[in-house]
């Protein structure tokens, strides 16, 4: 099942869907259109809006601050048989160190709980040296759940009265 994606509203920040098109055009190369901020597209968006091609084109959304593109974030597919769904997130370097990934969690897990298909939100496989991906979790509420060699994961559940 398809998640329709839809625009999210932060305080600092609009998650704003990707269109199938620029998700093919920014791979190679054609940022036409987009107002982009330093450093963005980095390797971490080719590598996501690749994995949405191949599975859903929708899964994704471009980080805006003031009409600007500064990061991307999205789903590693739909919710799985126990419900569970993995986001992903990045930021372009400039902009890292002053809390909008904490606040893209926020929102996106927000908004993915609120679908009825969904019972936890996943961060999966978290590189361990990755502290400030890693506070950006804890500071949205997720939980440790697992540390393994090279990374940790975290879950976020929908809350028992939702």
């Not at 909008?100 to 019972?119: K, M």
């Not at 496989?125 to 975290?154: I, M, Q, T």
């Amino acid at each position: 099942m398809t998640v329709l994606r839809e625009t999210i509203v932060t305080p600092r920040l609009t998650l704003e869907p990707v269109p199938e098109s620029t998700a093919r055009a920014v791979p190679v190369g054609d940022l036409s259109g987009l107002e982009v901020g330093e450093g963005w597209p980095h390797a971490d968006t080719l590598d996501g809006l690749a994995m949405g091609l191949q599975g859903d084109p929708g899964a994704g959304w471009f980080v805006v601050l003031d009409g600007v593109i500064i990061g991307d974030c999205g789903t590693h597919g739909e919710p799985d048989e126990a419900g569970d769904i993995e986001l992903g997130y990045g930021l372009a370097a400039p902009y890292r160190g002053r809390g909008y990934g904490t606040e893209v969690v926020i929102a996106l897990s927000g908004w993915l709980l609120e679908r009825p298909e969904v019972r936890r939100v996943v961060a999966r496989d978290v590189l361990k040296d990755n502290l400030p991906s890693r506070r950006a979790v804890e500071r949205a509420g997720f939980e440790l759940e697992s540390a393994g060699e090279g990374g940790v994961s975290y879950a976020l559940s929908r809350s028992p009265s939702s």
